[in-house]
C-alpha cells in the first residue's frame, strides 16, 4: 500500500504526538514517584501514631510480613512491644472498600482504629472518619465480650442515621482483625522477639496461615 505525501505527514505527525506523550508521562512518572511515596509514608506514619499506644521505635522500619498483611509493631526503648497495628478492608461498604487501620494491644484489646481510605457518602456514611465517639467505642474492646454487630442487627455498636450498611462494614472488618490476632497472637509475638534479637531492626517474614 503506497502513501502519499499528506498521508506521510500525517503518520508522522501522529508518532511524534506518540512519542512525546509517552516521554510527558515517562518524565512526569519519574518525578512525582518519590514525593507520592514519600506522602505515602507520612500519611501512614500519621495514622499509626493515631492507632498505636506509646512507642520508641518506627513501626514501618521494623515492618512484619504475616501471610498478606503488614503488622507494624509499636516498641519502647527497650523492644518491648506496646501494640500491633495493621490494615483490614471492609468490602462491603455501601460505595465500595473500606481501608480501616486497627490498632491492637498485645492482650488482644483493640486500642483505637482509624478509616485510611473510603468512598462513603458525606454527612451519611463517612460518620466512619468524622464521628469521633463512634471511633472511640471500639477502644477497650476484645474479641470475646463483645457483640460485634451494629445494633439493629443486635450487636452493641452504634450505626448512623440513615446509614447501617457502612458502620456494619467497619464492625465486620474488625471483628476479622481481631479473630486474625487470636489465631496468630503467638506466632507474631515470637517474630517481634526474633526481630528484637537481630542487629538492627529490618523487615521480618513469617509464613503462617490466615484463617
Do not use: C
Amino acid at each position: 500500500m503506497m502513501f502519499d505525501r499528506d498521508q506521510l505527514r500525517m503518520v508522522l505527525a501522529l508518532v511524534v504526538v506518540a512519542v512525546l506523550a509517552a516521554a510527558i508521562l515517562g518524565v512526569t512518572d519519574i518525578l512525582t514517584r518519590e514525593p507520592i511515596a514519600r506522602a505515602q509514608k507520612e500519611a501512614l506514619h500519621k495514622a499509626l501514631m493515631q492507632v498505636l499506644p506509646k512507642h520508641a521505635n518506627d513501626p514501618q522500619a521494623d515492618l512484619l510480613r504475616v501471610g498478606e498483611a503488614d503488622i507494624y509493631p509499636g516498641k519502647d526503648a527497650l523492644g518491648n512491644v506496646q501494640g500491633f497495628a495493621w490494615e483490614v478492608i471492609a468490602p462491603d461498604g455501601y460505595s465500595g472498600s473500606i481501608r480501616i487501620l486497627v490498632g491492637v494491644l498485645p492482650d488482644g484489646h483493640v486500642h483505637a482504629i482509624r478509616v485510611t481510605d473510603h468512598r462513603e457518602t458525606p454527612g451519611l456514611g463517612d460518620g466512619i472518619v468524622n464521628n469521633s465517639d463512634w471511633l472511640q467505642g471500639f477502644a477497650g474492646r476484645m474479641l470475646e465480650g463483645s457483640r460485634w454487630k451494629v445494633k439493629k442487627d443486635g450487636g452493641d455498636f452504634d450505626q448512623f442515621t440513615g446509614a447501617t450498611i457502612t458502620p456494619r462494614a467497619v464492625v465486620k472488618a474488625v471483628k476479622g482483625a481481631l479473630l486474625f490476632y487470636k489465631n496468630n497472637q503467638q506466632a507474631i509475638v515470637d517474630t517481634v522477639a526474633r526481630q528484637n534479637s537481630e542487629p538492627s531492626g529490618h523487615e521480618m517474614k513469617l509464613e503462617t496461615k490466615f484463617e
